[in-house]
């Protein structure tokens, strides 16, 4: 069994990809969480989707460079979600329908132009491929890491607020717009640093499915936040092992492990779960 | 001290309401009522200003305390009720104020009969503990212009009663206070001035003499509806004309 589970981390390039899981596992989920509570999960699928565009240019301007592709993505992704929010505001429609007609027209886009390049593999874009992290990928990652976590300590009251209370967050001279845009910005960061191990389509799934499974563990935010990370480190070193003995690419393995950790705490998780409703627990005097 | 310019607020073209001036003097208590559609709750966002649509001014000096409507809050966010009033100490203070210290906070749950509530999540309370801890929020902010919009809705009689109280004291300490209100009852038994609103200021005075049978029958006839094929407004004087 030790064996089993150490055997694969003796090798160079599997301790490489663990480490930037690890920093992905870390920065993501609680990004993850606030998006799920926000109720804007579609906008982690417009980024994923949004960011394409952007990695394609900086693929064309610098070549298959991880910090072109990376600034590339970053401004592409930013500046898909500033676009939906400002052609909602101007139009008066609903920004989720804004959303989805903007990254549809940023997926093809990234495709057109990707296709036009010569040596650029898309499959490896869209999916990535964790086990050829290199030293810029995993620079990338942890960096991203850096910079999300204490960002998001800074502004997590304001966030806090704003999500429970608008109306009180502004009327108290609370800024929601630089808020929410703030928050924007880490969400696209922690999306593209993903890019290289997971690729543009699969990076976000580390960070939506642990948070969806969490809202089944913990019952407060900070219990979901810590309840997400827990749940997304779990599925990157299961994920790898899995992709090293069962020989299966190791982005799919990973989310694929996520993805089996939130059908766990559906079945059967401490909240909302199927267990939960079917198993009646004997009720408190008061 | 809040003052009103001329103040109308507008959805589009459409006044909800209508070149509205006036003072809410420094210490005092006032409530916002009218009918239905009156443009209440519209005036006491514009006061707070969370609706930027408006001509006119509103002069505003001194922090403000929100008290809003409860619609307008998550309550499936997964938050505490003490991390909710603590909410109060920090707002608009910056993002390195300190927290309130725990025993401020488990202090005004106890004036608004929630002690014991520290770690219940806020979406569990039933409408009338979670309006009273929207009132041990607005306690802990320590704001000296409260706005209040419809504090009593879903509350039953001990407890608006227990909160009028409540607000009484804020008054007495020489705070502001502004209430969105629909029961004329409690207006006339418990604030000492009214603004009578039906999309324009139909009165502003001492309760007793705004809410008087003439000026509640001219509130009442102010049609709800907007008007299909409405004239321009020529800005001609109003009834509120100062």
Same mark, same amino acid.
């Given at each position: ?286 | ?13 459409? #006044? ?54 409860? #619609? ?27 927290? #309130? ?90 604030? #000492? ?50």
């Amino acid at each position: 069994m030790i064996q089993f589970l150490f055997e694969p981390f003796a090798l160079g390039f599997m301790r490489r990809a663990l480490a930037g899981c690890i920093a992905l596992s870390i920065a993501g989920p609680p990004l993850g969480v606030f998006l799920v509570l926000r109720r804007m999960s579609l906008m982690s699928d417009v980024l994923q989707h949004g960011i394409l565009p952007g990695i394609a240019l900086g693929a064309v301007v610098g070549g298959i460079s991880v910090p072109a592709m990376g600034a590339g993505g970053f401004l592409a992704g930013l500046t898909v979600a500033l676009l939906a929010g400002a052609l909602s505001r101007a139009t008066g429609g609903r920004e989720d329908s804004q959303l989805a007609g903007v990254y549809l027209v940023a997926l093809a886009l990234g495709v057109a132009i990707l296709s036009a390049q010569r040596g650029v593999d898309l499959t490896h874009l869209l999916f990535g491929s964790v086990l050829a992290v290199d030293d810029i990928s995993l620079l990338l990652m942890a960096g991203a890491a850096t910079v999300v976590l204490p960002s998001l300590a800074l502004l997590w009251r304001p966030l806090v607020l704003e999500s429970f209370d608008p109306d009180f967050h502004r009327a108290t001279g609370g800024r929601g717009a630089l808020v929410h845009l703030g928050f924007l910005a880490l969400v696209v960061l922690a999306v593209v640093s993903g890019f290289t191990a997971l690729g543009t389509l699969m990076s976000v799934g580390l960070i939506m499915l642990p948070a969806v499974a969490a809202r089944h563990w913990g019952e407060t935010l900070g219990g979901q936040v810590i309840a997400a990370v827990v749940i997304a480190l779990a599925a990157s070193v299961i994920g790898l092992l899995v992709s090293y003995h069962a020989d299966v690419p190791a982005g799919p393995a990973i989310v694929l492990s996520a993805g089996a950790l939130w059908i766990g705490g559906v079945l059967a998780g401490r909240r909302e779960s199927l267990l939960r409703r079917l198993v009646r627990q004997a009720h408190y005097a008061g | 001290m809040i003052e009103l310019k001329n103040v109308t607020c507008l959805y589009g073209r459409r #006044p909800a309401v209508h070149h509205v001036s006036g003072r809410f003097e420094p210490g005092s208590m006032t409530a916002i009522v009218g009918p239905n559609g009156a443009g209440k709750t519209t005036l006491l966002r514009t006061i707070a200003g969370l609706h930027r649509d408006f001509e006119g001014q509103v002069i505003r000096n001194g922090r403000i305390g929100l008290l809003p409507q409860t #619609p307008s809050l998550d309550k499936a966010f997964p938050i505490t009720s003490a991390e909710v009033v603590a909410m109060g100490g920090i707002a608009g203070l910056g993002i390195f104020a300190a927290a #309130p210290a725990p025993a401020r906070v488990s202090e005004a749950l106890q004036s608004v009969g929630l002690a014991g509530f520290e770690r219940r999540l806020a979406g569990t309370l039933s409408a009338g503990q979670f309006q009273r801890l929207l009132f041990a929020r607005l306690m802990v902010q320590d704001a000296p212009v409260m706005l209040l919009d419809e504090p009593f809705a879903a509350v039953d009689a001990r407890t608006t009663a227990d909160l009028m109280r409540l607000l009484h004291r804020w008054h007495g300490e020489g705070r502001t206070i502004v209430a969105v209100l629909h029961d004329l009852d409690l207006v006339a038994r418990e604030f #000492p001035s009214t603004l009578l609103l039906a999309r324009d200021k139909i009165a502003w005075d001492r309760t007793a003499a705004a809410l008087s049978a003439e000026h509640r029958l001219r509130a009442r006839l102010v049609a709800e509806a907007w008007a299909d094929d409405p004239a321009l407004c020529q800005d001609a004087p109003r009834l509120d004309a100062a």
